[in-house]
């Protein structure tokens, strides 16, 4: 069975750092590129950043380049998303997804998120 | 960026009326990057239909994608009380990928 499982969200100050991390299981995590999607409250679902299979390709929304950066560790089965520079409008419960990337291309699995609130 | 848009943004109905969910892209997409999720607070959001009409694993049958080039629409054929939720599409044949803004499905 495939699972996505995030931690590593909190409460962080304006201007703060938090790592994500997404554990994957049930699949071979090396042969899948992954994603991260937020929901701010009250707000519809925003992609955030994508990372290829292997790692060497890496894309970031405008509002989080230069601040957040993806990563994997294929040998751990785990995504990464690091968070710098934290702002008010970062608050978001923050997903991880898997892409099914053949014929069709699209997030086939998603975890269940973990929430990031950036306050003072 | 391809923006999707999705209409209306709240459609209130009751169980087993028939929904239909609109999205539109601001350019054409090819059918194969266009999916649909439903996503209900506090759960991972669940994929109903990829490739604009293909079903998901589970996905039960009164649940239809249908559309190409800039209009794409899910329909619900009779609403069970599970199905009041949020829905997206999503467009991932361009970078950046995007979400349309969600249409809320309510009793």
């Known amino acids: 069975e495939v699972q996505l499982v995030e931690s590593g969200g909190g409460l962080v100050q304006p201007g703060g750092s938090l790592r994500l991390s997404c554990a994957a299981s049930?699949?071979?995590?090396?042969?899948?590129?992954m994603r991260w999607i937020r929901q701010a409250p009250g707000k519809g679902l925003e992609w955030v950043s994508a990372?290829?299979?292997?790692?060497?390709?890496?894309y970031y929304a405008d509002s989080v380049k230069g601040r957040f950066t993806i990563s994997r560790d294929n040998s751990k089965n785990t995504l990464y998303l690091q968070l710098n520079s934290l702002r008010a409008e970062d608050t978001a419960v923050y997903y991880c997804a898997r892409v099914y990337w053949g014929t069709y291309r699209y997030l086939d699995y998603w975890g269940q998120g973990t929430l990031v609130t950036v306050s003072s | 960026e391809i923006v999707l848009t999705q209409s209306p943004g709240t459609l209130s109905l009751s169980p087993g009326e028939r929904a239909t969910l609109s999205c539109r892209a601001s350019q054409s997409l090819s059918s194969s990057n266009l999916a649909w999720y439903q996503h209900k607070r506090g759960q991972a959001p669940r994929l109903l239909v990829y490739g604009a009409s293909n079903k998901a694993t589970g996905i039960p049958d009164r649940f239809t994608g249908s559309g190409s080039g800039t209009d794409f629409t899910l329909t619900i054929s009779r609403l069970e009380p599970e199905d009041f939720a949020v829905y997206y599409c999503?467009?991932?044949?361009?970078?950046?990928?995007?979400f349309g803004q969600g249409t809320k499905l309510e009793i």
């Open positions: 049930g699949f071979t995590f090396s042969a899948y590129a």
């Open positions: 999503l467009q991932s044949g361009s970078s950046p990928y995007s």
């Open positions: 990372i290829s299979d292997s790692g060497s390709s890496t």
